[in-house]
Every structure is written in structure tokens, then in C-alpha cells.
């Protein structure tokens, strides 16, 4: 069943992607369960039905890296997933910490899988970048430069500019006058520091500390009793994200607790504007406004796009926003907004992507959703993973063959027949398998070909001899893996 199929059912239905109808409504496990890969149990996605999907919108595969999904026996599920246009795992990776920011960036000219990996303790998070070939071999980790190789990245940031460098982002303690915002005179707050660092030498091309620009009375965050102390800092600004600006020359960095995105000079990192917060240097204009926000990029078009929480207190309704900034004029506006499907608010995380073909694709952050829109705003679809979050939620187009080999299995559900379950985890071009057997390698037959229909494919045949080779196959039916049968 492809996402064709299901945009082409009734209007708002449900559906779950293990393959039952609406009419049948029949309880499904919240999670996958694989014959061939036991160890692997990610949860599954539901998605509701709003209209039809646009045709090149198919070829591209939906990334996420859930976390905190609790199935009903009280597991816990953190992991990372791609899925194809079936909704059907491609790639799962669990059981190694958490992750966050999943997604295909590009390096040297190479697409590269990429993600933040480590303990998550915000503000002061313990991890690094993790960048994989298309093979998934490692071929490198990315943290802080310069002074502050000894402190790791945090979780917020990772992406990697056209210079071969990646954005990252980190917090230190510092001693700070907090007394403008009821705290102590010699207190302490998180610094939050913007890196561009190379990644080849792990050298920092440029850095700018918050407090050197940001006074802490322009937060938006009240200071809690036991905060504003060495062991307990004020985390005053929360940076959350960092992008190239369209002129090549400037990064924007995004400031949940100031309700403010800047923009730094790339070289000086001299601020050269506010948005937004209390010290906008811009006239926001009717329903501009936003609130703890993340995600700000600058389009092609000259727009800015955030997803605007809005939320944790909430003042508003959470939403993905395109902002007209004229910086002639010193306005900006509302050009789009992409509303929650529902009434849900979203206290942390998220994300906004435009895709090729114009629409947006919005991860709704601590709430388990991803949707997709048209450029003006309308709903195309709505999916969960009904529990837990995910930080940003992405559609890539992924082409990926593993290092390690397929994984295959038997048994024997009747007399005379053996049943193999065939998977090959990250494996993006199999389009089936081939199934061989005989009493020895030179003896080997074909026994049967069948479709792949989904991450684990199962095939009833009777084999030819107590050898049996499984075969993963393209479209073209040529071979791209092998393995044998246990």
C-alpha cells in the first residue's frame, strides 16, 4: 500500500500501515515485530487522510528519531527510522543512546546520514555529530573547537554548510548580574555559543557567546527559586538553531527563551539585527509574532520560516510560519501559516522543511506528529507514532546499500513447506527478493521471486535441497545482496 493508496481513501480516515483498512478496524500492535530482526522494535505510524499526495512526493523517505514512545509492556523506544512512501521501515537503529536531528546532508559532494548522538540533559547536553556514508560506515564525529574541545556539541545543531563545515551550538556556566531579573548580583547563567567549525581539522571558523550581545533582561523565562546559581545556571537565551542566511555572509540563530532569531556577521560575528523578542530592531506586524520558537532558515525566496511553539507556558496556538522580513523597512509580516491539525501545542522542538516540489513538511516536536502542506497551507496529511517525541521530522530522498549483509530466516509452519523471512536493514533499492536452494552451492536453483513488501518479506517454498541463498534484488531484478538462510 502506497501513500497513493492511502491519500485515495476516505477523507480524514485512519489508517495503519501494517495494512488494514478503515472498514476492517481491526487493534494493531503499537509496534513492529521481525522475524529476521528481533532486536529491532520501532513504533509504528498512523496517518490520517486529508487528500491527495503529489506524484514525485512518493520517491522520498520520511526520517525521524523517535524518543520516549512507551509500548504496553512499559518499554521505552529511542531510536532513529527512515520510512518508505508505505510508511514501512527502511533503516532502524536502536539501543545505542539517544538521538536527535536524523536527517541526509551533503559533504565533499557525497550525501552523508547525519545525527546528534549522546546523553540529553538540556541545557547541558554530552554528545557529538555522527556522519555515515551510504554504506553506513562511520566516517566521522563532530564536536566544539577550538577552547571548547573540551565541551561537547549540543543536541540542537547539525548542519553541515557548503564550505565543509558544520553549525553547532553549546552552553557554559557563567558568572552573571542577574539582579535585573530577580536574581542575584553575582549569579550564573548558560552562555549560549554559536561555532561554525571545520570539519576536516575540528577548527572553529567562527564563535559568538550570547552574553556579549544578549543581555540576560531581554529573556522571556522567569527565574525559578532554586535557578541563577553555579549548580542550578539560568538558562536565559536557548539557542536552537543555526542556518547559513541567503547572502552567504551572515548566520541566523534562533533564541527560544528571547523569543528572538539573529543575524550574526559570519566573519565578525558581529550582530548585525534582531527579530522579534524585546529588542527587535523590526515592526512586527499582525500575527508576527512568535514564541519559543526553533528552526529558523531563510528561503530561496527571501522568506523566513520557524515553527513557532508558541508554547511551555503557552500564549498561543503552535503553528509552522513563513515571515516576509523587509529589512529595507524594518517589518516583518505574516506570508504563511501552517496550523496544528488540531489543538495541539507543542512545549519544545520542531521544525519546518520545504521540499522540492514547494510543499512543507513539519515535525511538531514534543508532540508525536509530522504533516505535510501545500506551499498556501493545506493539509495534505497528518501522521503519529502515538507517543513520545521527535525533534525534527525530514523527507529526503535517500539511496543507501549497506556494508552488512541482508538477514534471512526459516521455519516450517506445515510438512513440506519452509517459510523465509528475508530483511535487509537500510538497504533503500530492494524491490525483491530471489530465493535459492539445493543440496550445494554448485547445486543451487532459483525456488521462487517475490515482491518486497515492506522492511521483512516472507516467502512459503519448498526447497530444492538443505541449502537455501536469498537473494535482494532491484527493480531491474539484478542482485545487490546475498546471504544464507539460518
Same mark, same amino acid.
Given at each position: 500500500?502506497?501513500?497513493?493508496?492511502?491519500?485515495?481513501?476516505?477523507?480524514?480516515?485512519?489508517?495503519?500501515?501494517?495494512?488494514?483498512?478503515?472498514?476492517?478496524?481491526?487493534?494493531?500492535?503499537?509496534?513492529?515485530?521481525?522475524? !529476521?530482526?528481533?532486536?529491532?522494535?520501532?513504533?509504528?505510524?498512523?496517518?490520517?487522510?486529508?487528500?491527495?499526495?503529489?506524484?514525485?512526493?512518493?520517491?522520498?523517505?520520511?526520517?525521524?528519531?523517535?524518543?520516549?514512545? !512507551?509500548?504496553?509492556?512499559?518499554?521505552?523506544?529511542?531510536?532513529?527510522?527512515?520510512?518508505?512512501?508505505?510508511?514501512?521501515?527502511? $533503516?532502524?537503529?536502536?539501543?545505542?543512546?539517544?538521538?536527535?536531528?536524523?536527517?541526509?546532508?551533503?559533504?565533499?559532494?557525497?550525501?552523508?546520514?547525519? $545525527?546528534?548522538?549522546?546523553?540529553?540533559?538540556?541545557? *547541558?547536553?554530552?554528545? *557529538?555529530?555522527?556522519?555515515?556514508?551510504?554504506?553506513?560506515?562511520?566516517?566521522?564525529?563532530?564536536?566544539?573547537?577550538?577552547?571548547?574541545?573540551?565541551? !561537547?556539541?549540543?543536541?540542537?545543531?547539525?548542519?553541515?554548510?557548503?564550505?565543509?563545515?558544520?553549525?553547532?551550538?553549546?552552553?557554559?556556566?557563567?558568572?552573571?548580574?542577574?539582579?535585573?531579573?530577580?536574581?542575584?548580583?553575582?549569579?550564573?547563567?548558560?552562555?549560549?555559543?554559536?561555532?561554525?567549525?571545520?570539519?576536516?581539522?575540528?577548527?572553529?571558523?567562527?564563535?559568538?557567546?550570547?552574553?556579549?550581545?544578549?543581555?540576560?533582561?531581554?529573556?522571556?523565562?522567569?527565574?525559578?527559586?532554586?535557578?541563577?546559581?553555579?549548580?542550578?545556571?539560568?538558562?536565559?537565551?536557548?539557542?536552537?538553531?543555526?542556518?547559513?542566511?541567503?547572502?552567504?555572509?551572515?548566520?541566523?540563530?534562533?533564541?527560544?527563551? !528571547?523569543?528572538?532569531?539573529?543575524?550574526?556577521?559570519?566573519?565578525?560575528?558581529?550582530?548585525?539585527?534582531?527579530?522579534?523578542?524585546?529588542?527587535?530592531?523590526?515592526?512586527?506586524?499582525?500575527?508576527?509574532?512568535?514564541?519559543?520558537?526553533?528552526?529558523?532558515?531563510?528561503?530561496?525566496?527571501?522568506?523566513?520560516?520557524?515553527?513557532?511553539?508558541?508554547?511551555?507556558?503557552?500564549?498561543?496556538?503552535?503553528?509552522?510560519?513563513?515571515?516576509?522580513?523587509?529589512?529595507?523597512?524594518?517589518?516583518?509580516?505574516?506570508?504563511?501559516?501552517?496550523?496544528?491539525?488540531?489543538?495541539?501545542?507543542?512545549?519544545?522542538?520542531?521544525?519546518?522543511?520545504?521540499?522540492?516540489?514547494?510543499?512543507?513538511?513539519?515535525?511538531?516536536?514534543?508532540?508525536?506528529?509530522?504533516? *505535510?502542506?501545500?506551499?498556501?497551507?493545506?493539509?495534505?496529511?497528518?501522521?503519529?507514532?502515538?507517543?513520545?517525541?521527535?525533534?525534527?521530522?525530514?523527507?529526503?530522498?535517500?539511496?543507501?546499500?549497506?556494508?552488512?549483509?541482508?538477514?534471512?530466516?526459516?521455519?516450517?509452519?506445515?510438512?513440506?513447506?519452509?517459510?523465509?523471512?528475508?530483511?535487509?536493514?537500510?538497504?533503500?533499492?530492494?524491490?525483491?527478493?530471489?530465493?535459492?536452494?539445493?543440496?550445494?552451492?554448485?547445486?543451487?536453483?532459483?525456488?521462487?521471486?517475490?515482491?518486497?513488501?515492506?522492511?521483512?518479506?516472507?516467502?512459503?517454498?519448498?526447497?530444492?535441497?538443505?541449502?537455501?541463498?536469498? *537473494?535482494?534484488?532491484?527493480?531491474?531484478?539484478?542482485?545487490?545482496?546475498?546471504?544464507?538462510?539460518?
Amino acid at each position: 500500500m502506497s501513500y497513493r493508496t492511502l491519500f485515495a481513501t476516505a477523507a480524514a480516515a485512519t489508517l495503519f500501515l501494517s495494512g488494514c483498512t478503515a472498514e476492517e478496524e481491526v487493534p494493531q500492535p503499537e509496534r513492529w515485530d521481525f522475524h !529476521t530482526r528481533p532486536d529491532l522494535n520501532p513504533p509504528k505510524i498512523d496517518i490520517a487522510v486529508s487528500s491527495q499526495q503529489p506524484e514525485e512526493d512518493n520517491d522520498l523517505e520520511t526520517f525521524l528519531a523517535p524518543k520516549g514512545h !512507551t509500548a504496553d509492556d512499559g518499554e521505552s523506544w529511542v531510536g532513529g527510522l527512515i520510512l518508505d512512501s508505505d510508511g514501512e521501515p527502511v $533503516w532502524i537503529r536502536q539501543g545505542s543512546g539517544q538521538m536527535w536531528d536524523l536527517r541526509v546532508q551533503e559533504y565533499r559532494n557525497e550525501p552523508v546520514l547525519t $545525527w546528534w548522538e549522546g546523553m540529553a540533559e538540556t541545557p *547541558e547536553t554530552a554528545g *557529538e555529530v555522527v556522519m555515515l556514508d551510504d554504506s553506513y560506515n562511520e566516517i566521522a564525529r563532530v564536536g566544539m573547537g577550538g577552547d571548547l574541545a573540551h565541551k !561537547t556539541a549540543d543536541l540542537h545543531e547539525t548542519t553541515i554548510t557548503d564550505d565543509g563545515t558544520m553549525l553547532l551550538l553549546s552552553y557554559i556556566k557563567t558568572q552573571s548580574d542577574l539582579s535585573s531579573v530577580g536574581g542575584a548580583k553575582d549569579g550564573w547563567a548558560w552562555e549560549g555559543v554559536v561555532q561554525e567549525v571545520d570539519i576536516a581539522s575540528g577548527d572553529p571558523v567562527v564563535e559568538w557567546r550570547s552574553l556579549d550581545d544578549v543581555p540576560v533582561d531581554q529573556t522571556q523565562s522567569k527565574l525559578k527559586d532554586d535557578e541563577g546559581t553555579e549548580e542550578e545556571p539560568f538558562d536565559y537565551i536557548h539557542l536552537n538553531s543555526v542556518s547559513v542566511d541567503d547572502d552567504g555572509d551572515s548566520l541566523l540563530v534562533s533564541a527560544r527563551n !528571547t523569543h528572538a532569531i539573529y543575524q550574526l556577521d559570519r566573519k565578525s560575528a558581529d550582530v548585525n539585527w534582531v527579530l522579534g523578542g524585546s529588542a527587535s530592531d523590526f515592526e512586527m506586524g499582525e500575527g508576527a509574532a512568535f514564541a519559543w520558537q526553533h528552526d529558523a532558515v531563510r528561503r530561496d525566496d527571501g522568506m523566513i520560516t520557524l515553527f513557532d511553539n508558541h508554547a511551555a507556558p503557552r500564549l498561543g496556538d503552535t503553528r509552522g510560519l513563513r515571515l516576509d522580513v523587509d529589512e529595507e523597512a524594518h517589518k516583518a509580516s505574516v506570508d504563511t501559516e501552517y496550523p496544528a491539525p488540531d489543538d495541539r501545542s507543542s512545549g519544545s522542538q520542531g521544525n519546518l522543511q520545504e521540499l522540492d516540489n514547494g510543499n512543507v513538511f513539519i515535525g511538531w516536536g514534543s508532540e508525536p506528529y509530522f504533516s *505535510e502542506f501545500t506551499n498556501d497551507g493545506k493539509l495534505l496529511y497528518d501522521a503519529t507514532f502515538t507517543g513520545g517525541s521527535n525533534y525534527r521530522a525530514y523527507r529526503f530522498d535517500w539511496q543507501a546499500t549497506p556494508s552488512a549483509p541482508p538477514t534471512a530466516t526459516k521455519s516450517e509452519p506445515g510438512e513440506g513447506i519452509t517459510r523465509v523471512h528475508m530483511s535487509w536493514n537500510g538497504a533503500s533499492d530492494v524491490a525483491g527478493w530471489r530465493i535459492l536452494s539445493g543440496d550445494s552451492e554448485e547445486q543451487l536453483e532459483e525456488t521462487a521471486v517475490v515482491d518486497r513488501t515492506g522492511f521483512e518479506t516472507a516467502a512459503d517454498i519448498t526447497p530444492a535441497g538443505s541449502r537455501i541463498v536469498v *537473494e535482494a534484488v532491484n527493480e531491474d531484478k539484478e542482485r545487490i545482496g546475498s546471504t544464507t538462510v539460518n
